[in-house]
């Protein structure tokens, strides 16, 4: 089994549509986060968490919002989404010392 | 402002040959250094990373890199690229001083070998 799962793995949704991505971990790591995947633009953080009382907007925030529901459980929300939403997002996890992060197999989600 | 560079989008290497993807950094402090591997449809894999120590540091799949300090520096070398190794390869650093953990990516270079 995977250390970090993503679900769905691939979703289709329509633009103004409340949409969900869920992350599960069994590393047993704290800090949790969110990226998101754009052809030429590499990685960019969303949200992180460091535990269930503590979420960061990262670089790139608006329009998403987070709930970290127990350590090992973390989900991104798109309130209403839009075609420029459409992307590769990946849910991570690190280890606190050497901050080596460990990803899911990533959720690619199309915004019609 | 803090940032990585991949300066070449894309790297084509005839397999046999020795392979370099390049990065470099601009990140106060003493930064912990990373390259992960992407391979179609999949997730991040760990390749390798430095923190301390000797400059050359070896991971997986026959690979190492490089730190320079001087040149704030981090390439990724094979001696000898397999058509396996085509993937899209990601150089990340996580600042030495504050930023949680958090790491911060290159745009990423997609390397090529060709039979």
């Known amino acids: 089994d995977a250390d970090v799962t993503q679900t769905p793995r691939n979703r289709i949704t329509k633009t103004g549509k409340r949409i969900m991505l869920e992350c599960s971990q069994t590393?047993?790591?704290?800090?949790m986060y969110w990226y998101r995947q754009d052809p030429g633009l590499g990685l960019r953080l969303i949200y992180y968490?460091?535990?269930?009382?503590?979420?960061n907007k990262g670089e790139i925030s608006d329009g998403y919002s987070v709930s970290r529901q127990a350590q090992a459980k973390f989900s991104l929300s798109l309130e209403s989404a839009i075609p420029n939403q459409t992307a590769l997002y990946f849910c991570?996890?690190?280890?606190?010392?050497?901050?080596?992060?460990?990803f899911g197999q990533g959720t690619r989600l199309t915004v019609v | 402002a803090q940032s990585v560079a991949q300066p070449e989008d894309q790297v084509n290497v005839a397999e046999g040959n020795p392979l370099t993807v390049k990065c470099t950094y601009s990140?106060?402090?003493?930064?912990?250094l990373f390259w992960y591997v992407q391979y179609p449809n999949r997730g991040l894999q760990f390749l390798l990373k430095?923190?301390?120590?000797?400059?050359l540091v070896k991971g997986s799949y026959g690979f190492e890199a490089e730190f320079n300090k001087s040149q704030t520096s981090f390439h990724l070398k094979k001696p000898s690229a397999l058509v396996s190794d085509s993937a899209l390869y990601f150089c990340?650093?996580?600042?030495?001083?504050?930023?949680?953990?958090?790491?911060?990516f290159g745009a990423g270079t997609r390397l090529a070998v060709h039979p």
């Open positions: 968490s460091f535990d269930v009382k503590d979420i």
């Open positions: 990140v106060s402090g003493n930064p912990y």
């Open positions: 590393k047993g790591h704290d800090r």
């Open positions: 430095y923190i301390t120590g000797d400059n």
């Open positions: 991570a996890t690190s280890d606190y010392q050497t901050g080596q992060a460990f």
């Open positions: 990340a650093v996580r600042p030495s001083r504050g930023g949680y953990n958090k790491l911060i």
